[in-house]
T-cell receptor, first 114, second 111 residues
Framework: SAVISQKPSRDICQRGTSLTIQCQVD?????MFWYRQQPGQSLTLIATANQGSEATYESGFVIDKFPISRPNLTFSTLTVSNMSPEDSSIYLC???????????FGSGTRLTVV | QKEVEQNSGPLSVPEGAIASLNCTYS??????FFWYRQYSGKSPELIMFIYSNGDKEDGRFTAQLNKASQYVSLLIRDSQPSDSATYLCVVRAGNNRKLIWGLGTSLAVNP
């Protein structure tokens, strides 16, 4: 399965600032997925990032708050903009395995907004 | 609203016992079913996937699917303390690549 490098692994940020999270995959993938996992909760899909087109956002998530770039088939970034303490969460990127037998996740970014 | 329901636990079993984790889903059109394990502070990792009714075995793990009852389960035989984690049931409906995640069941295996 694909190997995903995600960074930063954690950060503490001031409210009102922005943080960009990067994910690098060791193989070309069509779709990359960005998730949020709030404390004690399961995963919530933020958006699907397709190379060469606008990301598709889920209900409750907007591009102005979570802009996504997907410049090529191995890389994507998610920016958390104008952060507030409610954005404190773990952010995960994910890709579908080539065998279509599941999804692989990056190691996650633990974000704390103070 | 498509849902995946799991008992949050914690489920506590002694070492060497069988741990049984259960999950129900609401969308009858669901086609693919996954079990992920998530250790505290780590990202989820795939344990099992199952597409067809019946049992699927992989080492100490057995996934069971009953589409008529909209029920999927994971059995862990000879449970080890290292199996202590949260187990997430995940469902994918039809041709939609979108995954629906359960809230997870916390499993504690006691030495």
């Amino acid at each position: 399965s694909a190997v995903i490098s995600q960074k930063p692994s954690r950060d503490i940020c001031q409210r009102g600032t922005s943080l960009t999270i990067q994910c690098q995959v060791d193989s070309q993938v069509t779709m990359m997925f960005w998730y949020r996992q709030q404390p004690g909760q399961s995963l919530t899909l933020i958006a699907t990032a397709n190379q060469g087109s606008e990301a598709t956002y889920e209900s409750g998530f907007v591009i102005d708050k979570f802009p996504i770039s997907r410049p090529n088939l191995t890389f994507s970034t998610l920016t958390v903009s104008n952060m507030s303490p409610e954005d404190s969460s773990i952010y995960l990127c994910s890709v579908e395995s080539i065998s279509l037998a599941g999804y692989t996740f990056g190691s996650g970014t633990r974000l704390t907004v103070v | 609203q498509k849902e995946v329901e799991q008992n949050s636990g914690p489920l506590s079993v002694p070492e060497g016992a069988i741990a049984s984790l259960n999950c129900t889903y609401s969308d009858r059109g669901s086609q693919s079913f996954f079990w992920y394990r998530q250790y505290s502070g780590k990202s989820p990792e795939l344990i099992m996937f199952i597409y067809s009714n019946g049992d699927k075995e992989d080492g100490r793990f057995t996934a069971q699917l009953n589409k008529a009852s909209q029920y999927v389960s994971l059995l862990i035989r000879d449970s080890q303390p290292s199996d202590s984690a949260t187990y997430l049931c995940v469902v994918r409906a039809g041709n939609n690549r979108k995954l629906i995640w359960g809230l997870g069941t916390s499993l504690a295996v006691n030495p």
